[in-house]
């Protein structure tokens, strides 16, 4: 896998060493383990989809516009900041992760991005990304297999039907011929 990484390296033109793809697994391996179990396990799947969403977003403007104020810091008193990422079991340490840092600015609480930490947030909003796609691939395999399972439960419920139809109108038919043939003795 290293030397998988490795390779991918030098033909992009960077040449990383061992020792730092070790340390850049050891991160990745770190932000994996913030997201499971650290936000995963203890909050909802939809509370930490969310968060997850909340904290991809953030990291994705930063990594965009790393000079813009705005994107920065988040106030912990905002609303979906505070649903999404403070009231989430370990949305918060995973900012903290990236390198966000809480200060107080005009007696307003705020987490300031440190931007010594660039390279934890780049890692941090790449792990976000996967987790995120896999699992929106997981949801519509999901979805995709539920309604599978819906339509075939269906059409062995309409075949029953049919099947239950079709022996009442045979026996029904079965009754007529006997009754006519009674008649006709």
Request: charge should be positive.
């Amino acid at each position: 896998l290293a030397a998988a990484a490795q390779r991918r390296n030098v033909s992009t033109g960077q040449a990383i060493s061992s020792s730092e793809l070790l340390l850049q697994h050891e991160q990745r391996q770190k932000f994996r383990r913030l997201i499971d179990p650290g936000i995963s396990r203890p909050n909802s799947q939809e509370a930490a989809m969310a968060s997850l969403k909340i904290l991809s977003k953030i990291a994705e403007n930063l990594l965009q516009e790393p000079e813009n104020p705005k994107f920065r810091q988040f106030k912990p008193t905002n609303d979906t900041i505070r649903r999404r990422l403070i009231e989430t079991k370990g949305a918060l340490e995973y900012a903290i992760e990236m390198g966000f840092r809480p200060e107080v600015k005009e007696f307003q609480p705020l987490y300031v991005w440190n931007e010594s930490k660039g390279e934890q947030l780049r890692l941090g909003a790449q792990i976000l990304r996967e987790t995120i796609e896999l699992a929106e691939q997981k949801s519509a395999r999901s979805q995709k297999n539920a309604a599978e399972a819906k339509a075939a439960t269906e059409a062995a419920t309409r075949s029953a039907l049919l099947a239950f139809m079709d022996d009442r109108k045979t026996k029904m038919l079965r009754d007529q011929r006997d009754r006519h043939n009674r008649e006709a003795r």
